[in-house]
């Protein structure tokens, strides 16, 4: 069955392996999300836990330590396997070693066998001669009840130490039985994971096909969206030198609008401040007129005004104006060159570039359909080879072969499992009897014991003692007496059972466990002198492949796939059919076929460039900025004409009251007007004129480097689309193509773990192999026999001094038919000639009690 499972899991995952022929990405895109492959749980747990009974488990293991505690023997078991064994003469030497604990151990056990009948056939017959206390008298002596309870002090500890052993016994006993009917759930279990294992994996090679759909989805969605992906990548690198040399032919297109504005601001300043200085500088005449007219008046000869009068009238000269913008040169052929210039709309040519270049994804798109075409086209072709290719495999057929040889092995499971009850009812039922043997002795001490205990009366002589003692007395010896009848029959099977449990404990479950059988197992030319590994010489018929009981044991345990635990590539090899040259190569060389020609692509015509040319031409950097600067940092007057009016209005205050001080405060408001309505508004036109005039000087700053550099710049952007578009182009497309293959690298990496990890995972074959060896036969079985002797074998080994015990005890209990007349022989003198022979009294004789013993 292993080997055909084994091939059934091979077909199995060449179907798995057909569906890996779908590629994984790894490169530039996003991971692709393939789920997770469908599995069941597994029900078996394969481990066993004893419950209580384990700790009595565990004392045998301590136990059978001592007992052995010698390595597992390797290389006597190799040899005992290639029939090798005695070849050397220390072969046996080195088994009598390994095994001495047991044999020892059996040798003092027949010793018991043999010498216990005889013993006990000796002791009959030795009591029946009146002798070994068959003699029905008791010597009476000063200490016999510290005897008495020291006897049946160590009996009742004898028979404790007895019914625990028998209890062990009993228990080992019932925990096997119960394990086997158990077992059959166990084995029911085994077969349902395993009929999952099997109607489970085609479910699982569907799914691995099924997500190729996942990664050719995606491929066909980054074809669909070449333009996005590919055309946004090309115009992104391109975009590092275009989108500069654009924003720089923008930024002077507004600087000319800028220029524009500034040359029609200076003009209009200019033409303000000419014509508000000459109305400004008539008023401050007739100002100045008026107001020497007044000071002229007779009231300032007065000699309280005079001295005021001539202040203000040498005063007179400050209200003049200051700056004169009369000889400042026009910037009016500056103005009509600029707006030459700009009869040519320059931005909208630049966001005619910039709509150019943003076309380049829809530029790809356009190109490349034919190609993207046969691409999918192409794609759709490996989905239909892989799906075909996946029917043509006969995994069903297998599949349903091994199901239906399961179906028959479960079956003739089922039919025997009966008969194995029936079996185990009569090895209970033996092993029961055998602990009731041990029980009716015990019973038969511990009825002694009470007996003896509760009707001994201490004031009785032996002779006279009641019928309950005597009772306690005769059922300890009923207890010898069947402990001689049983004895030895309880350790025949506690040898045999000994010998066989301690040996299967030592020699397949422990090396079981730490996996040592398995290395004897993997021994090359072990199992077939021909073959150097014995399972892939079954599996493959070749044994030089490395595959070992142990490895396979392990992957399966940690559930990996059955392909790799077999290494079933040595039968289907999974990689020449996920070989993605053979998906991939016409999806490559289409990709690489891609020709896209972005010469259409025009940044800024030569009437762009001409209109920034004759902008540098435009003269501004020929106005003279000093003169204009000049007269702008000059004030609108030589004096502030407020302070000038509130200083005349103060002067006026220190005049006499009358026509000259309301006079010259007339003239002081008529200042503040002047200063109001025409030096504010000088003021402003100032400042225009002064922005404007920086601003064209910095434009005009170098002007006509700025723009060839512009120039230049928009060339070069313009060559690099033109002629060396195409190296960026290659690049890109790699990338792009690296981008679609990487998603079935990706589908085919993720299809191969699938495979190693996931599909068909062999866990309930490692399940079987631990259900049968470790359970069953170590747990449930070899456990609960181990336990059986040593619980048996403690208790035969405790019936020798529970003999000896309760041979003394009886006597102390039976009613004895002659006595001692006196308490101590060695201190009082017999009266041999009163009490008849030997000293002894007769009460038959007499009739009557002894007379030192009675009250």
Not at 22 to 33: M, R, V
């Amino acid at each position: 069955m292993a080997v055909e499972l084994c091939l059934l899991l091979l077909l199995l995952f060449c179907g798995s392996t057909v569906s890996e022929v779908q590629p994984i990405y790894k490169p530039p895109p996003g991971t692709l999300d393939f789920g997770f492959v469908p599995s069941k749980t597994y029900d078996t747990g394969a481990y066993h836990e004893p419950g209580p009974i384990g700790i009595l488990f565990k004392i045998v293991h301590a136990f059978l330590y001592l007992v052995q505690p010698n390595p597992f023997p390797q290389d006597l078991i190799r040899k005992v396997a290639q029939q090798k064994f005695g070849n050397t003469q220390g072969d046996y030497q080195k088994a009598i070693y390994y095994e001495i604990g047991f044999i020892v151990s059996a040798a003092l056990g027949l010793l018991f066998i043999l010498l216990l009948p005889l013993v006990g056939l000796c002791f009959c017959m030795c009591r029946c001669c009146d002798n070994c206390g068959g003699e029905m008298h008791q010597r009476q002596k000063k200490n016999a009840d510290c005897q008495r309870s020291c006897f049946a002090t160590f009996l009742f500890v004898a028979s404790l130490i007895i019914s625990i052993g028998v209890l062990c016994a009993y228990a080992a006993n019932q925990h096997l039985t119960s394990q086997v009917r158990g077992a059959k759930k166990l084995v029911n279990s085994n077969f349902k994971d395993l009929k999952v294992f099997l109607n489970d994996t085609p479910a699982q090679i569907d799914y691995l096909v099924s997500q190729y759909n996942t990664t050719k989805d995606k491929a066909l969605s980054d074809l669909n969206n070449v333009g996005p992906l590919l055309g946004s990548r090309v115009q992104e690198q391109l975009g590092k030198e275009v989108r500069p040399a654009l924003d720089a032919a923008l930024t002077m297109a507004g600087a000319i609008r800028e220029t524009k504005e500034a040359l029609e601001n200076v003009s209009v300043s200019v033409e303000v401040l000419q014509e508000g200085t000459e109305r400004l500088h008539a008023n401050l005449t007739d100002v100045k007129m008026h107001l020497s007219n007044t000071l002229n008046d007779s009231a300032c000869s007065a000699a309280q005004a005079a001295s005021t009068c001539n202040i203000i009238r040498n005063s007179l000269n400050q209200l003049n104006i200051n700056a004169n913008f009369s000889g400042l040169p026009g910037v009016s052929s500056q103005l009509a060159k600029v707006n030459d210039v700009l009869k040519i709309d320059l931005s909208s040519l630049v966001q005619k570039g910039y709509a150019a270049f943003n076309d380049t994804p829809d530029l790809v798109v356009n190109q490349t359909k034919n190609i993207l075409s046969d691409i999918k086209n192409v794609l759709e072709s490996i989905g239909l080879n892989i799906s075909s290719f996946t029917k043509t495999l006969p995994v069903q057929k297998i599949l349903a072969d091994l199901t239906i040889y399961l179906t028959q092995s479960e079956a003739y499971v089922q039919d025997y499992f009966p008969l194995v009850e029936q079996y185990d009812f009569y090895r209970w039922l033996g092993c029961l009897i055998l602990c009731c043997m041990v029980v009716l002795i015990v019973v038969f001490y511990y009825l002694g014991l009470l007996c003896g205990t509760c009707g001994y009366d201490k004031h009785a002589s032996p002779t006279t003692r009641g019928c309950i003692s005597n009772t306690g007395g005769n059922f300890l010896m009923a207890g010898v007496g069947f402990s001689f009848l049983f004895s030895w029959v309880l350790m025949i099977v506690v040898v045999l059972t000994f010998v066989t449990g301690g040996n299967v404990e030592k020699l397949v479950c422990e090396p079981f466990e730490d996996k040592t059988l398995f290395k004897v197992l993997d021994t090359p030319y072990l199992l077939n002198r021909q073959w150097k590994n014995y399972l892939s010489g079954m599996l493959f018929k070749n044994p030089n492949i490395n595959l070992t009981f142990e490895k396979v044991y392990s992957d399966c345990k940690e559930n990996k796939g059955i392909y790799t635990s077999l290494h079933l590539e040595h039968l289907f090899n999974i990689n020449e059919f996920l070989n993605i040259s053979m998906y991939t190569e016409d999806v490559a060389l289409r990709i690489e076929h891609i020709q896209i020609n972005l010469s259409k692509i025009i940044l800024l015509d030569e009437i762009g460039k001409e209109n920034l040319l004759n902008f540098s031409s435009s003269g501004i950097d020929g106005i003279n900025f000093g003169a204009y600067l000049t007269e702008i940092n000059k004030s609108v007057t030589k004096v502030d004409l407020l302070s000038f009016a509130n200083d005349l209005e103060a002067r006026a205050d220190q005049l006499p009251k009358g026509a000259l001080e309301n006079a010259l405060k007339g003239h002081a408001n008529n200042i503040r007007m002047i200063h109001n309505q025409q030096v504010v508004p000088l003021e402003q036109a100032m400042s225009t004129l002064n922005q404007s005039i920086r601003l064209l000087k910095r434009t005009s700053s170098e002007l006509m480097v700025k723009v060839k550099n512009v120039i230049s710049a928009v060339n070069a952007a313009q060559l690099l689309i033109n002629n060396n578009a195409s190296l960026v182009i290659v690049q890109e497309t790699k990338k792009y193509m690296d981008t679609i293959v990487g998603y079935f690298e990706q589908y085919i990496d993720w299809v191969k773990e699938s495979i190693a990890m996931e599909v068909a995972a062999c866990k309930p074959i490692a399940n079987v192999i631990d259900t049968a060896v470790d359970i069953f036969l170590c747990s449930y079985v070899t456990d609960s026999v181990n336990a059986f002797w040593f619980g048996l074998g403690g208790s035969s080994i405790f019936l020798i001094p529970a003999i000896i015990f309760a041979v003394k005890l009886s006597k102390y209990y039976r009613r004895m038919d002659t006595e001692d007349v006196y308490d101590d022989v060695e201190t009082i003198p017999m009266k041999n000639t009163e009490n008849g022979n030997n000293g002894y009294h007769k009460e038959h004789l007499y009739g009557i009690h002894n007379p030192v013993i009675t009250r």
